[in-house]
């Protein structure tokens, strides 16, 4: 099983930049897809961005293609997710998950860090 722990959340204006990150610990980091979820008050997480074992294959949401970009370090057991030319709706809640198996997926995810709060101004 793999603890995570995101960080790198704070308040940013809109177009500006920000990354986050997700440390992983307590399993094979590399055999975990891993992926970046939403989450605003009175609404239903949402999928961000996923990324492969290797790094070499990536999923986006439509609301963030284009803008974010995912990538992943299995040397250090971390996880980035590049925000660039934010916006005021990318305001929420970042988790960082993972999930067993192969496949890049937008749910079905086993395992969840705690959240970052990220908050644009415009």
């Known amino acids: 099983q793999v603890q995570l722990v995101e960080s790198g959340g704070g308040l940013a204006q809109a177009g500006g930049s920000l990354r986050l990150s997700c440390a992983g610990s307590?399993?094979?980091?590399?055999?975990?897809?891993m992926g970046w979820f939403r989450q605003v008050p009175g609404k239903e997480r949402e999928f961000v961005a996923a990324?492969?074992?290797?790094?070499?294959?990536?999923l986006y949401a439509d609301s963030v293609k284009g803008r974010f970009t995912i990538c992943r370090d299995n040397a250090k057991n971390t996880m980035y997710l590049q925000k660039n030319r934010l916006k005021a709706e990318d305001t929420a809640v970042y988790y960082c998950?993972?999930?067993?198996?192969?496949?890049?997926?937008?749910?079905?995810?086993?395992?969840w860090g705690q959240g970052t709060q990220v908050t644009v101004s415009s």
């Open positions: 307590g399993g094979t980091f590399s055999r975990y897809v």
């Open positions: 990324i492969s074992w290797s790094g070499d294959s990536t």
């Open positions: 998950a993972a999930r067993t198996g192969l496949r890049l997926t937008t749910r079905n995810y086993n395992y």
